[in-house]
């Protein structure tokens, strides 16, 4: 089902030994057979809405292969379509591509840098007898066009003259033509096979104000006519995009070829993201943002790159995932548990240990004295000891996880039962002696007392504790709000098939607990950094709704895959 669902923890080492992608390839050829000097991608995202996951994977591709073959990668704005784009999506984008851990060559581009020459070009077009305005409603023009197995019409508006062509088209630019009367077409053949080649539309009418040029244009060129034309402005050596461009590179190249280009780019297709339980379409991400079914764009269940980000991921993590799905020409869908082992990998390896309870219930420690504090040390990490360690103050009151206490239990039940024992983490073994009770028969508090002389070893009585919990002292520790996070989507294929995907929208995926117990140490954690809280999984700061006065915590990931439950009880 998955492109390689085979990943497990022992392709830790795949980079050494992985063969080279089929674009890897086509650059080596390229640079050996002196085709090209000096490699030049980019990374063309369209400003109309924040980066996702799938992205993450062009993004990963374009500087990635820039990086390896010692050439460069820019980062251009494919900004043709003024009414759906913001600077704010322009500035987003900068920010995650450079989170990733990317630098563009240069300056930020803009295809509407080069509106000025895409005019002149299109204008060298109109004078080879190479284009023509038409006037076709957008209806007549489709019935005009014909059907896959059915060749298209010559628009009647066809043969107009050059200087016709010209003066039309100047109009057109200046203003004086209303939005949809008409559009400039490339003459190419209506009987085409390839539809794209059936007199594409190289320009349209549309009055709107550009996030970039102001209201210097009343025309902006299509995506075909600015992408290919652009890269050659630029020098790209390889125009990488996704497969559904496939059907557009004959047209790519009847440009390149039609036009006095200072450079002649080629583009290459590779297979795009699908991931299950993903949606990665922008639009549908921003209808999830507009309707308000997450909290904008950077809400920690969304798969764009600012969400990831405010969720806890590092840019290794995702650079590791795209790496491990690798690039190929044929579609697939990536299993999402390939994403969270990147995630959950690269956290283990780096985020320093602490001790949080989430659902606390109180512990009366008796034979410990109201006024004692005593600090445990505890390492910061199992294996990174340039972390250093923490001081866990204990008490005469601490909290443990209301799971941890059970009156009663079997023998697989290795947590604190009534006249047994467990061991604190970091601290002494305890026995649990009494459970208090409120009038409604909840459990309110657990009277126990410590074992002494059990600090990192067992009991000299022989009677060893049957597990390990975690604890924060009841005196001293951080308040806090945490944020459990869920798949967003109950459904395998959350848009598939005529779906309404806002219909499997997983309603539980957001659980936000309150009065959670921190280990003290953590009151100086910054937004930057990430932490295992043991036994509870990844956490970081939120970087929107945190703040000193009441701190909140995301989890970024659970220790291990919870949907494949490995129940201990
Ligand atoms: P969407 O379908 O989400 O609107 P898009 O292709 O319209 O995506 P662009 O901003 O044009 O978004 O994308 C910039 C680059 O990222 C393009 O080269 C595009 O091919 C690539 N890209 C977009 N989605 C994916 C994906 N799921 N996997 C890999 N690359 C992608
Ligand atoms: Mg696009």
């Known amino acids: 089902m998955s492109e390689h669902s085979n990943a497990t923890e022992?392709?830790?080492?795949?980079?050494a030994t992985k063969p080279a992608h089929f674009i890897q390839q086509l650059i080596r050829k390229d640079l050996e057979q002196g085709v090209h000097q000096k490699i030049v991608t980019r990374f063309p995202p369209e400003p109309n809405g924040?980066?996702?996951?799938?992205?993450?994977?062009?993004?990963?591709?374009?500087?990635?292969?820039?990086?390896?073959?010692?050439?460069?990668?820019?980062?251009?704005?494919?900004?043709?379509?003024?009414?759906?784009?913001?600077?704010?999506?322009?500035n987003a984008i900068r920010r995650d591509v450079e989170w990733l851990g990317f630098r563009w060559d240069g300056e930020v581009r803009y295809t509407s840098d080069y509106f000025d020459q895409l005019y002149a070009w299109a204008v060298h077009l109109i004078e080879q007898g190479n284009a023509y305005v038409c006037d076709l409603t957008p209806d007549e023009a489709r019935n005009y066009r014909g059907t896959l197995v059915e060749a298209g019409k010559n628009s009647p508006y066809r043969d107009r003259s050059v200087a016709e062509n010209l003066a039309l088209f100047e109009k057109m630019r200046s203003g004086e033509m209303e939005e949809g009367s008409c559009s400039l077409r490339a003459k190419i053949d209506m009987s085409a096979p390839n539809m794209n080649l059936r007199d594409p539309i190289i320009y349209r009418i549309k009055k709107a104000h550009h996030h970039q040029t102001g209201?210097?244009?009343?025309?902006?060129?299509?995506?075909?006519?600015?992408?290919?034309?652009?890269?050659?402005?630029?020098?790209?050596?390889?125009?990488?995009?996704?497969?559904?461009?496939?059907?557009?590179?004959?047209?790519?190249d009847w440009f390149i070829q039609n036009l006095p280009v200072p450079s002649t780019p080629h583009q290459y297709e590779f297979a795009r993201l699908n991931m299950n339980y993903t949606v990665t379409s922008k639009r549908k991400l921003k209808q999830l943002v507009d309707e308000n079914h997450v909290d904008g764009w950077d809400d920690p269940r969304m798969p764009t790159i600012s969400g990831m980000r405010r969720r806890g991921v590092t840019p290794a993590a995702l650079r590791?995932?795209?790496?491990?799905?690798?690039?190929?020409?044929?579609?697939?869908?990536?299993?999402?548990?390939?994403?969270?082992?990147?995630?959950r990998n690269d956290l283990d390896k780096t985020a320093p240990r602490a001790m949080c309870v989430?659902?606390?219930?109180?512990?009366?420690?008796?034979?410990?004295?109201?006024?004692?504090?005593?600090?445990?040390?505890?390492?910061?990490?199992p294996t990174l000891e340039?972390?250093?360690?923490?001081k866990l103050p204990f008490t005469r009151t601490i909290y443990i996880e209301q799971d941890d206490f059970r009156e009663e239990a079997n023998k697989k039940y290795k947590r604190l039962v009534l006249g047994k024992r467990v061991r604190l983490?970091?601290?002494?073994?305890?026995?649990?002696?009494?459970?208090?009770?409120?009038?409604?028969?909840?459990?309110?508090?657990?009277?126990?007392?410590?074992?002494?002389?059990?600090?990192?070893?067992?009991?000299a009585d022989g009677i060893k504790p049957k597990g390990v919990i975690h604890w924060v002292s009841a005196t001293e520790n951080l308040d806090c709000e945490v944020r459990l996070y869920d798949r967003l989507f109950t459904d395998e294929a959350p848009d598939a098939g005529g779906k309404n995907f806002l219909e499997t929208i997983n309603a539980d995926s957001l659980e936000i607990l309150q009065g959670c117990k921190a280990e003290i140490s953590l009151a100086e954690a910054t937004l930057d950094e990430r932490f295992q809280f043991e036994r509870q999984g990844y956490f970081c700061l939120d970087s929107k709704y945190h703040s000193k006065e009441k701190p909140v915590f995301n989890r970024t990931i659970g220790l291990r895959d919870t949907w494949a439950k490995m129940d201990d009880e």
């Open 10 to 15: 022992n392709s830790e080492n795949k980079n």
């Open 50 to 90: 924040y980066l996702h996951i799938g992205h993450a994977k062009s993004i990963c591709l374009n500087f990635g292969v820039a990086d390896e073959f010692g050439g460069v990668c820019n980062l251009r704005f494919d900004d043709t379509n003024p009414e759906k784009e913001s600077e704010e999506y322009v």
């Open 215 to 252: 209201d210097k244009w009343n025309i902006y060129p299509s995506y075909d006519f600015a992408h290919g034309q652009s890269d050659a402005i630029e020098g790209i050596t390889h125009s990488i995009c996704t497969l559904e461009f496939e059907d557009h590179r004959p047209l790519y």
């Open 320 to 343: 590791d995932f795209c790496e491990r799905i690798g690039v190929t020409r044929s579609d697939g869908l990536v299993d999402v548990a390939m994403y969270e082992f990147s995630v």
């Open 358 to 381: 989430l659902h606390p219930i109180k512990v009366t420690l008796t034979n410990v004295d109201e006024e004692q504090v005593e600090y445990m040390t505890a390492a910061r990490h």
């Open 386 to 390: 340039s972390l250093g360690e923490r």
């Open 425 to 459: 983490r970091n601290a002494y073994v305890i026995e649990a002696d009494l459970a208090i009770r409120d009038d409604a028969g909840n459990i309110t508090e657990i009277v126990a007392h410590i074992i002494e002389d059990t600090l990192g070893k067992d009991p």
